[in-house]
């Protein structure tokens, strides 16, 4: 195992859409840490807020409510930043102005993961919101967005509510699999996890195509930032 940085950068993380989802990124942080001891873990300041407005939902608070919390953990000691959620990106501006802290943001890395497959046309799991974020960091790497139909899409995000719930049995695993599926049968030739509560009824072993979990590569990210081994992103608009 390689030896931690002697001092890392503190990580400020916007949580809590859905609770389940931020534990799970933590989950993977920790274990993507090279630590020895408790010390070499980076510093990670957490605001789990449920309460934030719901993303899928047009004309709420959720960017004024996410740049409030954005600025919290600055004024906590957060050096760098983190979302927790796909959609809440759709904000990112906001709250990088907000806080005045570079964004790694999970968008990016889902959609350069997928380039770095090969692949030309890639299916996202997500939230209308979300995919309309895949669509346009996707068309930037040059490659095509698959998406479930109308119907199959109103299905998944049942699907992402049960899960939200609470429910990640066999029934909901089946039907996030049949999600997958349907993109593979409709042409992508790999898998986007982009609603951060996908991953935690999908495997990569479900499914044919190669898969992407972006929030895993985003907590890999954070770990190599934070203890200086990636260098941090630019600002918005910088």
Do not use: W
Request: glycine share 12%.
């Amino acid at each position: 195992m390689s030896e931690p940085a002697a001092t890392s950068l503190v990580l400020g993380v916007l949580g809590g859409m859905g609770p389940a989802a931020t534990l799970d990124f933590l989950t993977k942080l920790q274990a993507f840490t090279p630590a020895r001891s408790d010390q070499d873990h980076i510093r990670v300041i957490v605001d789990i807020n449920p309460k934030v407005p719901d993303r899928n939902v047009p004309g709420t608070e959720a960017g004024v409510v996410l740049a409030e919390m954005a600025g919290g953990l600055a004024g906590a000691g957060a050096e760098v930043l983190a979302i927790a959620c796909n959609t809440a990106h759709a904000h990112a501006g906001l709250i990088q102005r907000a806080c005045g802290l570079p964004l790694l943001d999970m968008i990016e890395t889902g959609a350069k993961a997928a380039r770095d497959t090969g692949a030309r046309r890639v299916g996202v799991l997500a939230t209308r919101g979300g995919l309309r974020l895949y669509r346009e960091y996707l068309a930037a790497q040059a490659m095509g967005l698959v998406t479930l139909d109308a119907e199959r899409q109103e299905e998944f995000m049942a699907t992402i509510y049960k899960i939200k719930a609470g429910d990640t049995g066999e029934a909901v695993r089946r039907e996030m699999a049949g999600y997958a599926a349907d993109l593979a049968a409709a042409g992508a030739e790999t898998v986007i996890a982009g609603c951060t509560e996908a991953p935690l009824a999908l495997r990569a072993s479900d499914l044919r195509a190669p898969f992407i979990d972006p929030g895993e590569l985003l907590a890999r990210r954070c770990v190599a930032v934070c203890l200086g081994r990636e260098p941090l992103p630019a600002m918005a608009g910088g």
